[in-house]
């Protein structure tokens, strides 16, 4: 019940071999920090205290420290196509058994909120570094797609979770497709131009090119539109000579 001067003997059995520096002044109450420990692991450790006179050895006392969070990398993407892409991730469940899955939302990184979960991976308890790996389907051209990996393990009632940075990718554009049909309701100096176009769910304009020869030479308006199936499109032209032959196709961008 004396002020001494004490250090603290720890370590992960009743050898303990750390200590922490013996205080520089006499205290009634004893108080060490100790850092770089390890999560999830249980230390043993005792007060040794002087006052000058005599030194004393404290009972041998336990504690547990929380786990460690798995430690988490969101990679690339990659195979990026039309409607699929695969996600990958490196993830250390820091030695104990994690469940790893990936969110992702349709949206750029400035204006998204995260909706969708993949499906889950179990990792066993390791503290070397796994590799991840899920494949997104069902998507649409030209989708921009914002994701991370998201990590779980579990210590008794502890729980920790580990996110990701945010990486993106856009799936690829689909190039429409485009059938030109044959005119209808040809006049002395009108025609309708008639076409099939399937913008292949990308915005797309479309349009007639016109003329006398396959230069054509004379374009129509455009018309845009989304969709993913064919759509016709018709258009109009007047102003044309009486008996003359003249050649047209359709054109789409998107």
Not at 70 to 97: K, Q, R
Not at 173 to 202: D, E, I, K, M, R
Request: proline residues 4%; hydrophobic residues 35%; glycine residues 8%.
């Amino acid at each position: 019940n004396l002020p001494a001067r004490s250090r603290l003997q720890y370590g992960t059995t009743t050898a303990y071999g750390h200590e922490t520096v013996a205080s520089d002044r006499f205290h009634a109450i004893h108080l060490h920090h100790l850092r770089d420990l390890q999560g999830g692991t249980t230390y043993h450790y005792r007060l040794v205290a002087t006052n000058g006179l005599t030194s004393l050895q404290g009972e041998d006392q336990t504690f547990t420290t929380q786990p460690a969070a798995p430690t988490v990398t969101t990679l690339p993407a990659t195979d990026i196509g039309l409607h699929s892409a695969t996600l990958h991730a490196t993830v250390n469940p820091s030695g104990y058994n994690s469940t790893v899955c990936f969110e992702w939302a349709v949206g750029y990184i400035t204006n998204f909120h995260y909706g969708v979960l993949t499906g889950v991976t179990n990792l066993p308890a390791t503290n070397a570094d796994c590799a991840i790996s899920i494949t997104l389907t069902n998507l649409f051209p030209r989708w921009p797609c914002v994701f991370r990996v998201v990590a779980t393990n579990r210590a008794g009632a502890s729980v920790n979770v580990a996110w990701g940075e945010d990486r993106t990718f856009k799936t690829l554009s689909a190039t429409p497709t485009v059938t030109t049909l044959a005119a209808t309701n040809v006049q002395f100096t009108s025609a309708t131009l008639n076409a099939t176009v399937n913008p292949n769910a990308g915005y797309t304009g479309a349009w007639f090119e016109w003329g006398v020869d396959t230069n054509y030479g004379h374009a129509t308006a455009l018309t845009n539109f989304n969709e993913t199936r064919d759509t016709a499109i018709f258009m109009p032209v007047t102003g044309l000579d009486f008996n003359q032959t003249y050649h047209f196709r359709a054109v789409a961008t998107n």
